[in-house]
């Protein structure tokens, strides 16, 4: 089960990649989030934190090579994460799926530390660079790790509400996001070279709950609570 899972995550990517091309175009991120955000403020994510120095020198190195491209805000190093699964807007009293409030905080927070007890460490392997119209980023190799944890989240959270991907959610690095609508000629030019870079591998050894303002996606974040993968090989 879990090959034809890789497999699929792996043409999924690929596919990514050609429509990215064959589109044509590169969108604002942020207008795309206003429209997700509907005026909240404030945002949860669980995400497992990128601070292994040789990966984030690497990462930083392709940045570099990105600035060529018009319209795109690049990731700082302390905003460069993978993305696991979002909660929700933390609002006062919840009245929708994308949304949590502190009554139900205690079970969400219950259920991801449940889903670390069961989840042992795993590696990430970061290769290739892709990009959705709205952000590049770099592929992230889990051995199918990153989709079986979101997948036990969902199955634990079933009243939560992820946030869309268009095409389905891609184990990612986010290395920044384009801030205008228009053509993708350069960034496809830019990227194209670099599709095949490796950006080393990494031990991911918790899943971190975040909490940032939904109305500046770079402001600093607060951790709202980490819990360690104590899952053994075998689970």
Known sequence: MMTKQIDAIEASLRRAWRRFVREGRVSSFYENWEQKRRGHTRYLTVMMPVQDENVVTRVQALQQRLRAIPHLDLHPPASLHLTIRGLGFRVAKRSAPDELDDALLPQV????????????????????????????FIEARSGGRITATRAALA?????????????????????GYYNANGSNEAAVAVLRPLRYR???RLISPCLCVIEGPADDLYAPYDVVAEFKLTGSPGD
């Open 109 to 136: 927070l219950e259920g991801i530390a449940a889903v670390a007890r069961a989840t042992p460490p795993f590696e990430v392997r970061l290769r290739r660079v892709n990009s959705w119209d709205t952000a590049p």
């Open 155 to 175: 199955e634990r959270l079933p009243f939560l509400q992820d946030f869309s991907y268009e095409g389905g959610f891609l184990p990612h690095l986010t290395v």
């Open 198 to 200: 490796k950006f080393g």
